[in-house]
């Protein structure tokens, strides 16, 4: 997966990335990828009414950099990646 054919929004902006992995139940082996400029302790906010990962979902790594972008989707096999922006 390249990063540059993301077309990340705040990438221009010089706003840094952050990504998560996250599969939607605990026995499932289908991992999914959400890319966002939302701060961190947002995305892992246990009191948040409408999160940007369900409370449900097991959430198996969460990371700051775009450079975990191609690592993880080799690791976890993912191909298209879920990108939300603030704006």
């Not at 990828?33 to 409370?55: C, E, F, Q, S, Y």
């Not at 969460?62 to 690791?75: E, F, N, Q, V």
């Amino acid at each position: 997966m390249e990063v540059s054919k993301l077309k990340l929004p705040w990438a221009d902006k010089g706003k840094l990335t952050n990504v998560c992995v996250y599969k939607k139940s605990k026995s499932s082996r289908t991992y999914y990828m959400l890319l966002t400029d939302h701060h961190v302790d947002i995305i892992n906010n246990a009191r948040a009414t409408k999160p940007l990962v369900d409370h449900k979902y097991e959430i198996i790594e969460l990371g700051i950099g775009s450079s975990l972008i191609k690592s993880w989707a080799d690791k976890y096999k993912i191909k298209k990646p879920q990108i939300v922006s603030k704006y």
